[in-house]
């Protein structure tokens, strides 16, 4: 259990040491203007703090978004042209500095304004540096500003609704709603006084440039939206509260960060203060078009993104309702008899007291009626690697109900006999405050409600579904104490810095077509802050039938299969449902293969969290992040790189009407890619327009990479999935024509495993290598390839197999294997034409009717498998018209009966003459066809 004194290390200069982060910056970077007033910190080339101060007193400690300041000293040159001004130069950056020779009598210019926002002052109270109104009652904006030139020491004026505020020391903006600003801002930086040129793109950056082709980061949340939120900071249409947040790295090579008005970790308290000092504090980033490096950069200053347990990596089941423990039971139970992955069981707001109590949305005690044993419970979900976490409200602690009650008030002083609830308007100074005042401002306080109230409950971390966002990092540093796996905390985004305090939660946005389309390219712009977002996965309020939409819930699904999180969370309506067997086949059985797929990502995606936590290289990133010169890069929001070696492009918009195929258009980046689809290469560095089955997922494997997957899901396997690191994996290697390659995986207990391979005239050498002794379990599979030859191995046996629906060569080695050397010839070579030409391939879906409305299948062959069943439903007599359909689709049965490299390409051939006949059939008038099917099935043949 974390004590009182663990929790203070939450804010520790020892923690940042231990962490190998300083805040106080190396003197040796340091570079002073010669009147004392403005002092520049080069963190790194292409990386500048940028402070100002009229009382020459500089912030050192740490604050709320940057913990580290102590970072290798780069190159670079101070140069002194005159007795005032400066230049700072590095490889990337030329810092120019005038100071106005007397800048707080200096005019305003009264155009130079900022619509729908507020000042922040050194203290974030402006009140203590306003004047009375001048003049009284203004009528016009202009004789706002012209009053404020009037006064020797006004620096920023204030107009709204025929009203006029004059400040003195305001230092920053913040988004409002309803006022004009306008001013010299802290008598600081202004556009005269300080520029920066980025060399890599030539342009020149000052004070007043607005923030134009940032790739923009996040916002607080998404809750309440239906579609899509304008993620631009500068637009005027955010408040405070909601915590927007640009990227370090713009198309135009720079990004500002004002850090002005942020909390700072008091030394002698380490706990949350505000500013002492009146200083302006700006970072700017100028890495050009490097965004990597930005990344970099940003993580050397604001801190790593922390490894969070790979449990949460798996599928997690939560919905707003008052489930008892044997409700979650049975749908655990659910989901292992279908062979579904589960990891984690949210209860909501229904495990404490809940309509039971004064209190609805919060308390800190179990529901009696609901889990009258939770310690039964909680060791069920432990004796079956499942877990929980608890839907955590900011409420009083409650006299009476809480039986952490008399504990708690004793531990602040009060009587533990006490009838009134803690903090509340009936307790005295300092508890008549609330429960986020008082962890902002009172530290025994918040030791208290951590160590008692909360781990009372019994949970080592929690869902933090109130605001402040910045609870999240008390939550996530007091979770690290009492965990072996590090800190984990769940929440909205708190502002710059949230990328410390990992999980984040996005919120209740309306299940709406609209809104799964948005929540993709949300998640590809967070990445460029570093954070890691769970979304309610299929949506979660309600706003018309797109509720209920199966077609809906499954794209949902999909994308889900390759989000940070795949985690549900409907509210309270029974028509909403998701659980996918709770669905008709074949939705059911589409949805369960989409859960089993992102089950068996997780190897390879907690592997690429280990780099994103050194790098700040999100596994799941925007496509510029690899290719910023080029604009097709920045053309689709909602596409993205995976785990660096898969490219997906999530479908988002329903089936059309007429082809009963989805459309989807994106920029494939450049290279040799394999559709994953048709299993054949595809040439990067161009624009696509397909269309896609309800099955099928778009998404491509750059050629020759080794992609790791985990077992197949199983009953026996199904619950703890992911908590379960594999004793083995599956190798899939994307040939396509390549010459070699290779993939890897991390983890503690197996260390590094590095698999790659060459081609030979007949097949391929694979070297598998494991950094630790520990053998593992290997499976390689082989799409788009003949059979298997021959298989040699010195440390193992092993067993072939070949799937002819999928053209997929699979070896299993009957032991583990520590590193070995593995030489596979194949019946004929993976770069025959026929293998990397025809559109053949197909494994998995369920065949139903087109005419009945659903649709399925991956690659031509099993598409034609389907209009073969449509053609024997509606004709009844099919005759001729059909026959060519017969040959296509028993191309299976014949390899399968006489599996060998001829039999093969004979059919692959066969097939590859026998569509366009097929096709040319089916659309003739003696068909026996009505028009609109003939349209769904010439779509569905033009793969």
């Excluded at 230049?87 to 155009?111: K, Q, R, V, W």
């Excluded at 134009?212 to 509260?241: E, P």
């Excluded at 989409?594 to 290289?617: C, D, I, K, N």
């Excluded at 065949?847 to 598409?863: A, C, D, E, N």
Aim: include cysteine; proline fraction near 6%.
């Amino acid at each position: 259990v974390a004590t009182a004194k663990q929790l203070a290390v939450l804010c520790s200069i020892v923690v940042l040491a231990s962490a190998g982060f300083n805040p106080v910056a190396n003197p040796k970077a340091i570079v002073f203007s010669q009147d004392g007033k403005a002092r520049f910190t080069v963190l790194t080339s292409a990386l500048i703090r940028m402070e100002y101060s009229t009382t020459k007193q500089f912030e050192d400690r740490e604050s709320y978004s940057f913990v580290n300041r102590y970072t290798p000293v780069p190159e670079f040159q101070v140069s002194y042209p005159t007795d005032i001004s400066l230049t700072i130069e590095t490889a990337d950056l030329l810092l120019s500095y005038t100071p106005t020779s007397d800048p707080t009598n200096s005019s305003n210019t009264c155009d130079a304004v900022h619509p729908n926002n507020d000042a922040v002052c050194s203290n974030s109270d402006c009140s203590a540096y306003r004047t009375q109104t001048q003049p009284p009652k203004p009528i016009t904006q202009a004789g706002c500003c012209e009053a404020c030139n009037r006064m020797s020491d006004c620096n920023v004026w204030i107009y709204g609704d025929g009203d006029c505020w004059t400040l003195t020391q305001a230092v920053g903006l913040a988004h409002s709603s309803d006022r004009t600003v306008g001013g010299r801002l802290g008598a600081g930086f202004t556009n005269e006084s300080l520029r920066v040129v980025i060399k890599s793109t030539k342009v020149t950056w000052t004070p007043g440039t607005p923030p134009i082709d940032n790739l923009f980061g996040t916002v607080r949340s998404l809750d309440g939206v239906t579609g899509s939120v304008d993620l631009n900071c500068s637009s005027g249409q955010f408040t405070t509260s909601m915590t927007c947040t640009l990227a370090p790295f713009s198309r135009s090579g720079w990004a500002l960060y004002d850090d002005t008005s942020s909390w700072v970790i008091d030394n002698q308290s380490a706990w949350l203060a505000n500013r002492s000092t009146a200083a302006q504090d700006l970072y700017l980033f100028g890495h050009g078009l490097d965004f990597k490096r930005a990344l970099a950069d940003f993580v050397t200053v604001a801190g790593h993104v922390p490894s969070i347990p790979r449990f949460t990596l798996g599928v997690w089941w939560s919905r707003y309702w008052p489930y008892t423990a044997e409700d979650l039971e049975d749908i655990a139970i659910g989901y292992q008899q279908h062979g579904i992955p589960l990891d984690i069981l949210v209860s909501d707001m229904a495990w404490h007291y809940h309509n039971e109590t004064k209190i609805d949305w919060g308390g800190y005690q179990w529901s009696p009626s609901l889990f009258p044993e939770p310690s039964t419970f909680k060791d069920w979900l432990a004796d079956n690697n499942l877990h929980t976490v608890l839907n955590l409200h900011l409420n009083a602690v409650q006299a009476g109900v809480a039986p952490s009650y008399p504990a708690f008030a004793s531990a602040l002083g009060l009587n533990p006999n006490g009838t009134v609830d803690i903090p509340s308007p009936n307790c005295s100074y300092p508890y008549d405050q609330s429960v986020a005042n008082l962890l902002r401002n009172d530290k025994k306080f918040a030791e208290a409600y951590m160590d008692i109230a909360l781990d009372d409950v019994g949970m080592t971390w929690w869902w933090l579904d109130d605001d402040p966002h910045w609870v999240a990092r008390i939550l996530h540093e007091h979770s690290k104490a009492q965990r072996s796996d590090g800190g984990l905390a769940f929440a909205r985004w708190g502002g710059l810095g949230s990328h410390r305090y990992p999980i984040g939660f996005s919120g209740d946005v309306y299940i709406h077509w609209d809104s799964l389309a948005f929540q993709t390219a949300f998640t590809v712009k967070a990445a460029n802050v570093l954070f890691w977002w769970s979304h309610d996965i299929g949506g979660h309020r309600t706003l018309d039938d797109q509720a209920y939409d199966g077609e809906l819930y499954l794209r949902w699904l999909q994308w889900g299969a390759y989000a940070p999180i795949l985690r549900t969370h409907p509210q309270p309506d029974p028509r909403v449902e998701r659980r996918p067997y709770g669905w008709p086949l074949p939705l059911g059985e589409y949805m369960m293969q989409a859960m089993r797929l992102r089950g068996r990502h997780v190897p390879q995606l907690h592997s690429a969290l280990e780099s994103f936590t050194a790098t700040g290289l999100s596994p799941l990133r925007g496509v510029y992040m690899e290719h910023p010169e080029l604009n097709g890069a920045y053309a689709y929001n909602d596409t993205f790189f995976y785990c660096d070696h898969l490219f997906v492009a999530p479908i988002t918009s329903p089936l059309r009407n007429d082809t009963k195929l989805a459309n989807k258009t994106f920029w494939i980046p450049p290279g040799v890619w394999i559709d994953t689809i048709s299993q054949l290469p595809v040439a990067g560095d161009t624009g696509l327009t397909k269309f896609y089955s309800l099955w099928e997922i778009p998404v491509y494997a750059r050629a020759g990479y080794v992609q790791a997957l985990g077992p197949e899901v199983t009953q026996d396997n199904a619950w703890g999935y992911a908590h379960t690191n594999p004793s083995s994996l599956t190798w899939r290697f994307w040939t396509g024509g390549a010459k070699n390659g290779s993939g890897s995986v991390v983890d503690a207990e197996y260390g590094r495993t590095n698999v790659t391979w060459t081609l030979s005239t007949d097949g391929a050498t694979v070297s598998v290598q494991f950094t630790s002794q520990q053998a593992r379990g290997v499976v390689f599979e082989f799409p788009q390839s003949y059979p298997i030859a021959s298989v040699d191995c010195a440390d193992s046996t092993s067993t072939i197999s070949y799937d002819a629906s999928s053209l997929t060569s699979t070896i299993s080695f009957a032991t583990s294997l520590k590193s070995s050397s593995i030489t596979i010839k194949f019946q004929a070579p993976l770069t025959d034409e026929l293998l990397l030409s025809v559109p053949f391939a197909g494994k998995y879906g369920v065949i139903l009717l087109l005419s009945r409305g659903s649709t399925v299948g991956l690659g031509i062959r099993k598409r034609a498998h389907v209009i073969k069943q449509t053609v024997d439903f509606e004709l009844h007599n099919p005759s001729q018209v059909a026959t060519r359909l017969y040959v296509l689709v028993n191309a299976v049965a014949r390899i399968n009966a006489n599996p060998t490299a001829e039999t093969v390409q004979a059919e692959l051939k066969s097939f590859q003459d026998n569509v366009g006949n097929a096709l040319y059939l089916l659309d003739q008038a003696n068909s026996g066809l009505d028009q609109s099917l003939k349209v769904q099935l010439k779509a569905w043949l033009a793969l």
